[in-house]
């Protein structure tokens, strides 16, 4: 009996197996303009695989959904390729990503259905909202509009929005004091989920080694010697808190940049991901010994 029951079980998919089977090739980053899932020729791929001894000649439309926030962003189906794609029998067809865009190349906004989101919070170079998504793909037997013979849909994926991270301590211009002093920073997201994935690499330049520098190329040219650079995972950096940061000098300026990155490549950021190059001094400021002199040496005068 227990035989019998397994064989049952087994038999399902292979009677149940439609006649062709669409894999979606498809990987991180995913876009977040939903055009570029339509358009953009260098996104995925796709097999084909025909399951039956028959030559079968399709077309395929695709729509991205969401699963939760009621976004649907597809074709409509009078978009179908001049060309069809013709699979042989028990054969297998790939199509890289310039092959795929030749499918819409005339495609505009008017050939896609946009379900779920406010019209006036989207154009045709429209970001999605964020939720979790997949993408599918939908095979048509290219002699009847109306046969939908399989559909293939990427595992589900996130898109978060983050705006650009916020450094809170030291503040601008700081005079800090101790060797050992606390950087702290709002990545500025709000789901907690995400928030708790994130990554941070902190970058810090002793400025009066590098004066007239302009602070936004100083940053990113890589043979400015940092006083620091490394990935954290917490929202916080203890400076030279075990002893092991280079000590800084007296009277120097320092500037300060946090960049937030998502290793699951889900969440963008403004400024991607980094935050305002922030300045401070240690020790003490020397334009603030600069002004009192004035005023010493008047009242020196009088003597």
């Known amino acids: 009996m227990g035989f019998i029951l397994a064989l049952i079980i087994l038999s399902f998919p292979i009677m149940g197996q439609r006649p062709i089977e669409v894999i979606i090739n498809f990987t991180p980053p995913y876009p977040r303009e939903f055009t570029a899932y339509f ?16 030559e079968v000649t399709v077309y395929f439309l695709g729509e991205i959904r969401g699963t939760s926030n009621g976004v649907l962003i597809r074709t409509l189906p009078s978009l179908r ?16 990503g310039e092959e795929i865009a030749g499918l819409y190349n005339d495609a505009t906004s008017d050939d896609l259905e946009i379900i779920g989101i406010p019209p006036q919070e989207l154009n045709v170079n429209g970001m999605l909202p964020e939720g979790e998504y997949v993408w599918c793909i939908n095979a048509y037997e290219f ?28 503040y601008e211009d700081e005079v800090v004091t101790n060797d050992v002093f606390t950087i702290f920073w709002d990545p500025v997201i709000s789901d907690p989920t995400k928030r708790d994935q994130l990554e941070y690499e902190i970058k810090i330049i002793d400025l009066t080694e590098y004066p007239q520098s302009d602070l936004d190329l100083l940053f990113l040219d890589g043979s400015a010697q940092a006083l620091l650079d490394k990935v954290v995972y917490d929202e916080t950096y203890i400076y030279n808190n075990d002893g092991s940061d280079w000590d800084m000098i007296d009277g120097h300026q320092y500037g300060l940049r946090i960049r937030a990155v998502d290793p699951f490549n889900e969440v963008q950021f403004g400024n991607n991901g980094y935050s305002e190059i ?26």
């Open 39 to 54: 358009n953009n020729p260098q996104a995925y791929s796709i097999t084909a695989i025909n399951h039956t001894e028959q």
């Open 81 to 96: 390729a001049d060309i069809p794609v013709t699979i042989p029998p028990l054969g297998v067809v790939n199509l890289n």
């Open 143 to 170: 002699n009847n509009n109306n046969l939908p013979l399989s559909s293939g849909c990427t595992m589900p994926f996130s898109i978060y929005y983050g705006d650009q991270l916020n450094i809170i301590t030291p």
């Open 278 to 303: 922030r300045t401070f001094w240690f020790g003490f400021n020397p334009n603030d010994n600069e002004e009192e002199e004035p005023a010493s040496n008047a009242v020196s005068g009088l003597f």
